[in-house]
């Protein structure tokens, strides 16, 4: 008997949970709509009065079994989901993410593609210092068949008192040895009002860390057709960055690489801490290559290997290092760029390791 009437108001609770179910979802569907009509007359969708207001009014018609402080909790819970329905809406319009555009965006350097599945390799020196040192290391990356030329002609220091590059002369020894080695060239830009200059000279247009919330930089990155190499900032999310891109795509230039470098926390052993959980996170979330810079994430010569790897294993389109014909005497990173010899191994054994995808 008893076991009879347990499952009776089983039956009872089970139906009123689906008409809950109902009841919360049509809600739901109004919250969208109302954040649509909100977004479109520019009202902000967080409205604190109203809840207030809301939830009193609850309150006043309460008759129990619960008290007023828990019906104003599960109210609570109520809107926060329904405000959380807005943010996630929000993020399904970003143009940078995968809900906009489910395949992967391809950018092509003549024969080369980065973002169809095959690895890329980025290197080059730190700092452009000179004609002789650029063809030196290039020449290395030429007998490496690695086609992506980088080097800093205008380099955003730390200290006011370092190394700060050779300007736009440094940008005409990148192009100067690309085209006779047949290579593209990555170099990174830092004042809006040089972007479209840059263009002349470099293939790809690279955005540091350090700039990575300079809108102003990012808007002038957008209105050119050149690729962009955006670096995650050392203590941007990963929200943050994939904002960032949103700044150039929205712009029309939707040829841009995402690259992790490494972003700041305690540690001291390495220079930053390579955040290699978020390659899969950009990969899932957006469309774009996503590359991993191993020397600014770690520092340290001894494991860049491990970390290309590493990046390469959590699906990363490509790997950056820096190179340098003799590390000791370069003008800026002289600890972390490796040398010729270091990096035709470490091309090597990344190309042994299985993990390297050729075309
Ligand atoms: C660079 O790649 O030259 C550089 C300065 O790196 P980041 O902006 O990541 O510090
Ligand atoms: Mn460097």
């Known amino acids: 008997?008893?076991?009879?009437?347990?499952?009776?108001?089983?039956?009872?609770?089970?139906?009123?949970?689906?008409?809950?179910?109902?009841?919360?979802?049509?809600?739901?569907?109004?919250?969208?709509?109302?954040?649509?009509?909100?977004?479109?007359?520019?009202?902000?969708?967080?409205?604190?009065?109203?809840?207030?207001?809301?939830?009193?009014?609850?309150?006043?018609?309460?008759?129990?079994?619960?008290?007023?402080?828990?019906?104003?909790?599960?109210?609570?819970?109520?809107?926060?989901?329904?405000?959380?329905?807005?943010?996630?809406?929000?993020?399904?319009?970003?143009?940078?993410?995968?809900?906009?555009?489910?395949?992967?965006?391809?950018?092509?350097?003549?024969?080369?593609?980065?973002?169809?599945?095959?690895?890329?390799?980025?290197?080059?020196?730190?700092?452009?210092?000179?004609?002789?040192?650029?063809?030196?290391?290039?020449?290395?990356?030429?007998?490496?068949?690695?086609?992506?030329?980088?080097?800093?002609?205008?380099?955003?220091?730390?200290?006011?008192?370092?190394?700060?590059?050779?300007?736009?002369?440094?940008?005409?020894?990148?192009?100067?040895?690309?085209d006779e080695l047949d290579l593209k060239v990555v170099s990174e830009i830092v004042t809006p009002s040089d972007i479209e200059k840059a263009t002349e000279y470099v293939d790809v247009i690279q955005i540091g860390a350090r700039n990575m919330q300079n809108f102003e930089l990012l808007k002038a990155a957008g209105n050119v057709r050149t690729p962009v190499l955006l670096k995650r900032g050392m203590s941007a999310t990963i929200e943050e960055f994939l904002f960032a891109a949103e700044y150039i795509v929205s712009r029309g230039n939707t040829q841009v690489m995402l690259c992790e470098r490494g972003i700041r926390t305690y540690e001291k052993w390495t220079r930053n801490t390579l955040d290699i959980s978020a390659v899969p996170i950009l990969k899932n979330e957006s469309h774009l290559p996503v590359f991993v810079d191993v020397t600014h994430a770690t520092g340290r010569r001894d494991i860049l290997l491990p970390c290309a790897k590493a990046a390469l294993a959590a699906g990363a389109d490509g790997v950056m290092i820096e190179v340098h014909p003799n590390p000791a005497v370069a003008l800026s990173d002289a600890r972390q760029q490796v040398d010729i010899p270091t990096f035709e191994e470490f091309v090597a054994e990344l190309r042994s390791s299985g993990l390297f995808r050729e075309e």
Do not use: W
């Not at 309150?59 to 109210?75: A, E, H, I, M, S």
């Not at 959380?84 to 965006?105: F, G, I, P, Y």
């Not at 992506?148 to 380099?155: E, H, N, V």
């Open 1 to 178: 008997m008893g076991e009879h009437v347990v499952e009776k108001l089983r039956q009872q609770l089970d139906s009123l949970n689906l008409q809950l179910l109902e009841l919360l979802n049509k809600r739901a569907e109004l919250v969208k709509e109302l954040g649509e009509v909100k977004k479109k007359s520019g009202v902000k969708k967080f409205d604190p009065e109203r809840e207030t207001q809301m939830l009193e009014k609850l309150v006043q018609k309460n008759q129990g079994p619960f008290d007023d402080q828990t019906v104003r909790y599960l109210f609570k819970q109520i809107f926060k989901a329904s405000l959380q329905l807005q943010v996630d809406d929000h993020k399904k319009a970003l143009l940078v993410s995968r809900k906009r555009q489910a395949e992967n965006t391809v950018i092509s350097f003549g024969d080369l593609k980065v973002g169809n599945g095959s690895t890329a390799l980025i290197a080059g020196p730190c700092s452009v210092e000179s004609y002789e040192q650029v063809y030196e290391a290039a020449k290395a990356l030429k007998r490496q068949g690695v086609k992506l030329l980088r080097g800093g002609a205008f380099k955003p220091r730390t200290s006011p008192y370092d190394f700060q590059g050779l300007g736009e002369e440094g940008l005409k020894i990148l192009r100067e040895v690309a």
